[in-house]
């Protein structure tokens, strides 16, 4: 029994002898080290998602306010075109010759 327990001894001391000198594994560093620029590339990409995200809400915005804008200039336009047609129309009645006055028919004519 003692020769089991002392080999299971030797073995556990063996064990973390091995654990404590050899050393870490060599492209957990590495891994360490993509990961990380991975997370901060996946923040970046998040920020600039956002930044995005919020451009297009306010282009959005200003797309919505030049639509009622136009709406508005065009209505102002065609209400603008029927007054012009309307002071057109007038002034070709102005410059219209007058009518020639009807001949006069005078009963008192005499004859003589």
Known sequence: MKSNSRI????????????????????????NQRLDALEKQAN?????????ADQLRIL???????KTLVSQVSQTVLEQKDA?????????????????????KSKSKRHR
Do not use: W, Y
């Open 84 to 104: 012009l047609e309307k002071v057109n129309a007038a002034m070709a009645a102005r410059r219209a010759p007058p009518p020639a006055p009807a001949p006069s």
């Open 8 to 31: 299971l001894a030797f073995l556990v001391a063996a064990f973390f002898t091995m654990a404590f000198t050899i050393p870490g594994c060599p492209d957990m560093d590495s891994l």
């Open 60 to 66: 959005n915005d200003e797309h919505n306010t030049m």
């Open 44 to 52: 970046a990409n998040k920020k600039q998602t956002q930044e995005i």
